[in-house]
Every structure is written in C-alpha cells, then in structure tokens.
C-alpha cells in the first residue's frame, strides 16, 4: 500500500517549451482542489540538487496560463546525472517533507526521473513537455502545437521575399533527433521538399527536385531542413552545393533557431497542459508512479516512463507522401 501523498514538488527540465506554464498551473491548481500542498523547484534537477524550493497556491500562477517560457525556470543537469548529486537531491526533497514529483519535460528528464525512483522509491510521474514531439505514447507534446504554428507563421513570411527575388530557400527548423517539426511545419506553409532526420532523401534526389520545380514553372522555393537531417550536409553547405549544382538557383538560408521554443502557446497547447496536469496529480494521488500522461486519440492515457523513454515516436509515412504529392 502506497503512502498518502501530502506535498507534490513540480519542476520543468530540458528544453522549455509553451505550454510549460500552463502545465505548472495545472499541477498547482489540482494539488489545491484536493488540499494537498504544492512546492515549485526552481531550474529542473540543478534547483533540487541545491533545494531552490517555493511554496505555491493557486493564487502564485495566476496569469501564466497565456506565457511561454517556464516561470519555474529550466536547465539541463550534469549534476543530476551523478549518484552523488541525485543523493543531495533527495536529501533536500526529504527535508522539505516533498513526496512526490511531476516532471514536465522531455525524454532526458524522464530518464533522470526514473533513475531517482528507481534508486530512492520516489514516486513520479511525467508530463511530456518538448517542442520536438519526439515522446513515445502521447501523439503531441507540450509547445509542439505552438511551435508548429510558429514555424508556419515564419515560413509564410520568408516566401514573401523568396517569391519577391525569384529565390530558393533553405529553412532550418528545431528537431535534433526528430522531423516531426520540419514534416507537419513543411506541409502546412508548403514547402517543396523537406529533409528530416528519419529519412535520407540523398543529394541527387534534391537536385532532381529542385530542376523539377524550376521546369515546371516554380520562380522560387522554399526546402524545410530539420536541424538534424541525415543528408549529412549542414544548411550552409547545402546552400553551396545547390549553387554548385544548379548555377540557375539563387539560394538563401534562414536558421530560425530558438524563436521556435518561445512565444505564447496556442490554445491546443493550453488545454493539454490542463488536462495533462490534472491527470498527473490525481495518478499521484491514486497512488500511481513512474508513469508519463500523455493524449492518445484525444485521452488522457498513462504510459509507463520506461516505455516513454525507450519507444520511438514514429514519423508518419501517410505524410511524407502528401509532402510528396503536394510539390508537383
Ligand atoms: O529538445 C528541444 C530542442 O529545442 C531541440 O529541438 C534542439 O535541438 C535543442 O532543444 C536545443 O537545445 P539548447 O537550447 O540547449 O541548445
């Protein structure tokens, strides 16, 4: 039999992303409906490891619903990574009289929040929080609505002058690992190719696109790249080899970098956030741990952390075949 939860500690790790707000409010509203107490970490694990604790009720989080960014702050620990740094966390976890946590996060923070309950029984439960969308068993992440919309919103702005000058366009999103970003980002402003991480489109085929477009009448393009593309060229040397390739093109890149992570989240992103904290208190309360909630089919589901971790969030093959389609 699990111990009553009294006092929930909520923190945000990794990337910050829209969305996180409205998460932390969430959380803090819950543990309030059921008159349990709330603390906020301060900068993810690096605020745990060095007990940057405060208090919250529900009157702490008012007016951050609409705000991107994380009032928590964030950070990426190296000092988590460590038994030692772990140790002094839950040192300061105990003292405070936390006893439990919802992690808002990625895939990084999850794995440090399943080492900690591993090691001390902690009990936790995830909310996935990443502009990429790259998390197993929830079909979107935190700020990945909003980010799209950004992205989109960005796109729409460089065709604009792409179209002005004649010019091609080489438009690098976020997405390390993912080309969830790039994909859905690629469709919806209508770029002619786009080139992601999981799949390796290969130099000649970009080419034979791009000399493509130009037969069939295309002034000017605009080629979506995922940070991480496989093509194994970086944006500028793509930029150098089409030139190279294809004297005919005009080529221009825009890097649009960390804008994508801030700006007010989208109204999908809030709700979410709602829902999802909702569902993260009250697992805790049933006494639920190392589980992430995330939405599946438009529930809210529990996947266990470790599944959360370790499957991959498949890229959508239906998609890149519309992407295809809607170039010609
Ligand atoms: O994980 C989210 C993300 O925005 C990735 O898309 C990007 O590669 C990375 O974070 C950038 O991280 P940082 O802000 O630490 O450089």
Redesign the pocket.
Known sequence: MSKAIKKIGVLTS??D?PGMNAAIRAVVRTCAYYNIECVGIYRGYQGMIEGDFKEMGPRSVNNIVNKGGTVLKTA?SKDFMTAEGRKKAHGHLVEAGIDSLVIIG?DGSFTGAEVFNKEFGFPVIGIPG???NDIFGTTHTLGYDTALNTVVEAVDKIRDTASSHNRLFFVEV???DAGH?ALNAGIGAGAEEILIPEENLGLDRLLESLQRSKASGKASSIVVIA??DKIGKTVFELKDYVEANLPEYDVRVSVLG?M??GGTPSCFDRVLASRLGVKAVESLLQGKSNYMVGLMHDKITLTPLEQAIKGSSKIDEELLRVSDIMST
């Open positions: 990794g990337g992303s990426r990625g990443t502009i990429d976020m997405g390390r970003i940070e991480g960390h994508q992570r």
